[in-house]
Protein backbone atom coordinates (compact mmCIF):
# COMPACT_ATOMS: atom_id res chain seq x y z
CA UNK A 1 0.00 0.00 0.00
CA UNK A 2 1.25 3.50 -0.81
CA UNK A 3 1.72 6.06 1.95
CA UNK A 4 1.07 8.93 -0.01
CA UNK A 5 1.27 12.53 1.39
CA UNK A 6 -1.85 14.85 1.65
CA UNK A 7 -2.19 18.04 2.42
CA UNK A 8 -5.11 20.44 1.97
CA UNK A 9 -3.51 21.91 -1.47
CA UNK A 10 -1.59 19.16 -2.05
CA UNK A 11 -2.12 15.78 -3.37
CA UNK A 12 0.92 13.01 -4.04
CA UNK A 13 -0.12 9.98 -6.24
CA UNK A 14 3.17 8.77 -5.77
CA UNK A 15 4.70 8.08 -2.43
CA UNK A 16 8.49 9.91 -3.70
CA UNK A 17 8.35 13.15 -2.95
CA UNK A 18 8.41 15.63 -5.83
CA UNK A 19 11.58 17.87 -6.65
CA UNK A 20 11.67 20.61 -5.00
CA UNK A 21 12.48 23.19 -7.42
CA UNK A 22 9.69 22.05 -9.21
CA UNK A 23 7.43 22.22 -6.61
CA UNK A 24 8.15 25.81 -5.86
CA UNK A 25 7.95 26.80 -9.48
CA UNK A 26 4.48 25.03 -9.59
CA UNK A 27 3.03 27.41 -6.81
CA UNK A 28 5.09 30.34 -7.58
CA UNK A 29 2.97 30.67 -10.33
CA UNK A 30 -0.23 32.29 -11.62
CA UNK A 31 -2.45 30.41 -13.52
CA UNK A 32 -4.58 32.54 -15.93
CA UNK A 33 -7.49 31.55 -17.81
CA UNK A 34 -9.65 33.66 -20.36
CA UNK A 35 -13.00 33.31 -20.13
CA UNK A 36 -16.41 34.65 -21.90
CA UNK A 37 -16.38 37.29 -18.89
CA UNK A 38 -12.91 38.05 -18.72
CA UNK A 39 -9.50 36.85 -17.10
CA UNK A 40 -9.21 34.87 -13.95
CA UNK A 41 -6.51 34.66 -12.33
CA UNK A 42 -5.81 31.11 -10.43
CA UNK A 43 -3.30 30.29 -7.43
CA UNK A 44 -2.45 26.76 -5.85
CA UNK A 45 -4.00 26.94 -2.26
CA UNK A 46 -6.31 29.59 -2.78
CA UNK A 47 -10.27 29.12 -3.10
CA UNK A 48 -11.02 29.14 -6.82
CA UNK A 49 -14.17 31.54 -6.39
CA UNK A 50 -13.60 33.53 -9.80
CA UNK A 51 -14.94 30.14 -11.50
CA UNK A 52 -18.28 29.56 -9.42
CA UNK A 53 -20.56 31.48 -12.21
CA UNK A 54 -18.96 29.59 -14.48
CA UNK A 55 -19.30 26.16 -13.32
CA UNK A 56 -22.71 26.92 -12.47
CA UNK A 57 -23.61 27.63 -15.97
CA UNK A 58 -22.23 25.02 -17.41
CA UNK A 59 -23.55 22.27 -14.48
CA UNK A 60 -20.47 20.65 -13.45
CA UNK A 61 -18.97 20.95 -10.44
CA UNK A 62 -14.78 20.76 -11.31
CA UNK A 63 -12.24 21.96 -13.93
CA UNK A 64 -8.44 21.20 -14.04
CA UNK A 65 -5.42 23.85 -15.84
CA UNK A 66 -3.48 21.45 -18.03
CA UNK A 67 -0.85 22.18 -20.47
CA UNK A 68 1.14 20.02 -23.11
CA UNK A 69 3.64 22.69 -23.12
CA UNK A 70 7.71 21.73 -22.07
CA UNK A 71 7.08 18.00 -21.28
CA UNK A 72 8.90 16.57 -18.21
CA UNK A 73 9.75 19.95 -17.27
CA UNK A 74 12.78 20.56 -19.90
CA UNK A 75 12.26 23.98 -22.44
CA UNK A 76 11.27 23.28 -25.99
CA UNK A 77 10.98 25.37 -28.64
CA UNK A 78 7.88 27.76 -29.15
CA UNK A 79 7.49 25.61 -32.53
CA UNK A 80 7.19 22.33 -31.22
CA UNK A 81 4.98 23.70 -28.02
CA UNK A 82 2.78 25.31 -30.23
CA UNK A 83 2.51 21.67 -31.70
CA UNK A 84 1.96 20.35 -28.30
CA UNK A 85 -0.59 22.35 -27.17
CA UNK A 86 -2.45 21.83 -30.64
CA UNK A 87 -2.49 17.81 -29.93
CA UNK A 88 -3.78 18.33 -26.49
CA UNK A 89 -6.46 20.73 -27.54
CA UNK A 90 -7.65 18.25 -30.70
CA UNK A 91 -7.72 15.72 -27.94
CA UNK A 92 -10.07 17.96 -25.77
CA UNK A 93 -12.27 18.57 -28.98
CA UNK A 94 -12.70 14.92 -29.43
CA UNK A 95 -14.07 14.72 -25.79
CA UNK A 96 -16.11 17.05 -26.24
CA UNK A 97 -15.23 19.05 -23.63
CA UNK A 98 -16.06 22.93 -22.14
CA UNK A 99 -12.19 24.50 -22.36
CA UNK A 100 -10.56 27.83 -22.23
CA UNK A 101 -7.19 29.08 -23.64
CA UNK A 102 -4.70 30.09 -20.48
CA UNK A 103 -1.41 30.64 -19.34
CA UNK A 104 0.85 29.61 -16.20
CA UNK A 105 3.25 32.65 -15.54
CA UNK A 106 5.54 32.00 -12.89
CA UNK A 107 5.83 34.97 -10.66
CA UNK A 108 9.88 35.02 -11.12
CA UNK A 109 9.72 35.14 -15.04
CA UNK A 110 12.65 32.79 -14.95
CA UNK A 111 10.45 30.08 -16.81
CA UNK A 112 8.81 30.86 -19.83
CA UNK A 113 5.13 31.69 -19.98
CA UNK A 114 3.04 28.52 -20.98
CA UNK A 115 0.27 27.95 -22.97
CA UNK A 116 -2.65 26.17 -21.71
CA UNK A 117 -6.07 25.24 -20.94
CA UNK A 118 -8.61 25.55 -18.16
CA UNK A 119 -11.12 22.59 -18.52
CA UNK A 120 -14.05 22.50 -17.13
CA UNK A 121 -16.46 19.23 -15.93
CA UNK A 122 -13.64 17.30 -16.12
CA UNK A 123 -12.91 14.81 -13.04
CA UNK A 124 -9.59 14.06 -11.34
CA UNK A 125 -8.52 10.72 -13.34
CA UNK A 126 -9.33 12.20 -16.84
CA UNK A 127 -7.06 15.36 -16.18
CA UNK A 128 -4.55 12.93 -14.47
CA UNK A 129 -4.76 10.80 -17.64
CA UNK A 130 -4.37 13.82 -20.40
CA UNK A 131 -1.39 15.13 -18.52
CA UNK A 132 0.56 11.51 -18.64
CA UNK A 133 -0.31 11.74 -22.17
CA UNK A 134 1.65 14.82 -23.04
CA UNK A 135 4.20 14.18 -20.27
CA UNK A 136 3.34 16.31 -17.47
CA UNK A 137 4.31 16.17 -13.89
CA UNK A 138 1.07 17.57 -12.67
CA UNK A 139 -2.29 19.69 -12.76
CA UNK A 140 -3.71 22.08 -11.27
CA UNK A 141 -7.14 20.71 -10.29
CA UNK A 142 -10.35 22.19 -8.22
CA UNK A 143 -13.83 22.04 -7.20
CA UNK A 144 -16.42 24.81 -6.96
CA UNK A 145 -15.89 26.61 -4.33
CA UNK A 146 -12.25 25.01 -2.98
CA UNK A 147 -9.13 25.95 -3.23
CA UNK A 148 -6.78 25.30 -6.04
CA UNK A 149 -4.93 21.86 -5.69
CA UNK A 150 -1.28 21.08 -6.97
CA UNK A 151 -1.63 17.25 -8.43
CA UNK A 152 1.55 15.46 -8.68
CA UNK A 153 0.56 12.60 -11.94
CA UNK A 154 3.68 10.51 -11.43
CA UNK A 155 2.93 7.12 -12.03
Partial sequence: MLNAVH???TRLIDPMKPNPELLAAYTA???HADLPSGRVTLRIGEAATELNDILIEHEVGSWAFITA???M???KGDRENRQHLEELEKLLIERAAIYFP????????????????LVLGINLDEGIDIARKFGQHAIVFGRFNKPAQLVWVNE
Fill in 73 to 75: SLK
Fill in 102 to 117: GQGIGDSKVWPCESSF
Fill in 7 to 9: SPT
Fill in 69 to 71: CNP
Fill in 29 to 31: TSY
